[in-house]
């Protein structure tokens, strides 16, 4: 198993992409950090994949934006569990409009999720990863880390901010064995993708048939969504790359739409 009893946090990881790659680093032998708003929900799906093990899973509650939240429940995992190994920053959401038409509040509301969320996710969990001389921060980027699409102006923001900050931790953390990467999947079927298929059609007048073919898999080599699964591997390793070679990167991870 390739991360037995390591300590690993997952936000955003009630549902979606950040529940399938708790349900990997669960199958590794890992204790895992279920961080999501709501706590019966985080809790409902860290008990599902406890039973499923070998690894374990507790359900936190934490709003990545909130600084106090952020610290107590990474101070709570520490002192249950003795320590962190691994933070995958992963929640998320999606907000688009053309950017005369973006609402500031808007605006704000995303990037403090994705970028206030990896900063104070990160800011809490790297004193304990100095304290054992290693650990892994992982954050979830997007080919809007490389590329941009019209009504996206805030998350393609965000998602290119993530490589800047996970470059410097990856130079700040290189002499504790702390490491930093960024997954940058392309478009998986998850809440956050299916609520935008309607809502881009009608801001750009197509139907939602040709915002899937069209928009979301056009530049694909086959046409196929990315899937959870295929992300959950990567996160894998991320998680457990052995040496400091592996730092301060971005895999891009989307059947061939953003080609580097
Ligand atoms: P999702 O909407 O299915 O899940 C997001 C999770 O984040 C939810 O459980 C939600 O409760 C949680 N969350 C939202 N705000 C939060 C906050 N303030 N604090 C804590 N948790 C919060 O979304 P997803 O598709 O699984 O996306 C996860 C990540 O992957 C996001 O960062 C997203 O930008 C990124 N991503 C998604 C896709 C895709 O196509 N789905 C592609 C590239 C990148």
Not at 51 to 69: F, L, R, S
Not at 248 to 260: A, D, K, Y
Request: charged residues 25%; hydrophobic residues 45%; negative net charge.
């Amino acid at each position: 198993m390739k991360l037995k009893n390591k300590v690993c946090i997952v936000t955003g990881a009630a549902r979606g992409i950040g529940e399938g790659i708790a349900k990997r680093y669960v199958e590794e032998g890992a204790r895992v950090v279920i961080a999501d708003l709501k706590l019966e929900v985080a809790q409902e799906t860290a008990e599902k994949l406890s039973v499923m093990g070998p690894g374990t899973a507790m359900g936190v509650a934490m709003d990545v934006t909130n600084e106090q939240a952020v610290n107590d429940g990474v101070a709570r995992v520490a002192k249950e569990w003795g320590g962190i190994d691994v933070l995958v920053s992963n929640a998320g959401i999606q907000i688009v409009h053309k950017i005369e038409d973006f609402p500031f509040a808007d605006w704000k509301k995303l990037l403090s999720i994705h970028l206030d969320g990896a900063f104070l996710t990160s800011k809490a969990c790297i004193p304990h990863m100095y304290e054992r001389k290693a650990g892994s921060i992982i954050f979830m980027g997007s080919v809007h880390s490389k590329e941009a699409s019209p009504l996206k102006s805030a998350y393609v923001t965000a998602k290119h901010g993530l490589l800047g900050l996970a470059r410097v931790i990856s130079k700040e953390g290189a002499e504790h064995g702390v490491r930093a990467n960024v997954i940058c999947p392309g478009f998986v079927k998850t809440p956050l993708v299916e609520k935008q298929i309607p809502e881009q059609a009608k801001e750009l007048g197509i139907s939602e048939k040709e915002v899937v073919n069209k928009i979301m898999l056009g530049e694909t080599v086959d046409k196929e969504f990315t899937t959870i699964e295929d992300v959950a591997e990567v996160a894998l390793l991320f998680a457990s790359f052995p040496t400091n070679a592996l730092t301060g990167q971005s895999l891009v991870v989307s059947h061939g739409w953003f080609m580097e």
